[in-house]
């Protein structure tokens, strides 16, 4: 099986997850972590059962194995870029929307790595007289239908396996900028607010967006919550607005009131 093909079945499994499984694992993306016992009682079945259910979402490389339960993956390792794209599509397309109804035409932005940022982009394309900066080549190449649209590209290494920009270079570039609006995604949200990601290169050039731009906007489904990573970005109460899919649990709603950060869930496009 070649790399392409495990891409797609990881993706493909969470879509066709037996409905038990589904929600166990919605709940560690909720909670970050599942006792065997709390799951046993709350479908009613053996802890038995449950086990077999955790052990075939750990071997789909979807959750990890505890002690006494199960949680979210490792810090250290991403998804693949394609199955990152598959993972809560629909809902990251309504989060997009949503966050174009509140970028002006005649705006100026950045927009950095990322699915999320990438479905904002498609979003974009109708709107007129845009200036963007980005170090993503899957956004630039997006916008580039829009021939309104003035797209400034920052150099660096060019990321083989989602055509990001990296590096010294795109800093720099980025650092020459002062723009209405910055959106940035995250790999995930810890409990206490902090932003985190994978990459320190690609978290370097999302700092740098941050310092530069008048409003940060963040966009986040719902599975970033309680997600661990290892790089730290920054703190939830440093971005202007959260973009998401759902109502965040409530320890990130404290954060939220603390830090003065506008809310926007994106409605459901279900009738």
Known sequence: MNTAEQEYNAADVIRTLPRRQKAIYD??????????????????????????????LCSAKLLQRY??????????????????????????????????????????LFLDIGTSTEEVARALVDKTGLRVITNNLNVASTLGQNRGFEI????????????????????????????????????????DGTLIDFDYNEVRIARAIMSNSRQVFLVADHSKFNRSAMVRIGNLEEVDALFTDRTPPAKFLEIIKRGDVALHVAPSEKH
């Open 67 to 108: 002690h006494g339960g199960a949680g979210l993956l490792n810090s250290v390792e991403n998804f693949t870029y394609s199955t990152r794209k598959s993972l809560c599509s629909e809902e990251k397309i309504r989060v997009a929307k949503h966050v174009a109804q509140f970028i002006p035409n005649n705006a100026s």
């Open 152 to 191: 400034l590209v920052s150099g660096g290494v060019v990321r083989n396996h989602d055509l990001g920009i990296t590096g010294e270079a795109a800093i720099d570039f980025i650092s020459q900028f002062k723009v209405d609006f910055g959106i940035i995604s995250v790999a995930g949200i810890d409990p």
């Open 27 to 56: 709940m560690v993306l909720e909670k970050g972590f599942v006792s065997i016992e709390g799951l046993s009682q709350h479908f009613s079945v053996t802890p038995q059962t449950i086990r077999r259910d955790i052990n075939n």
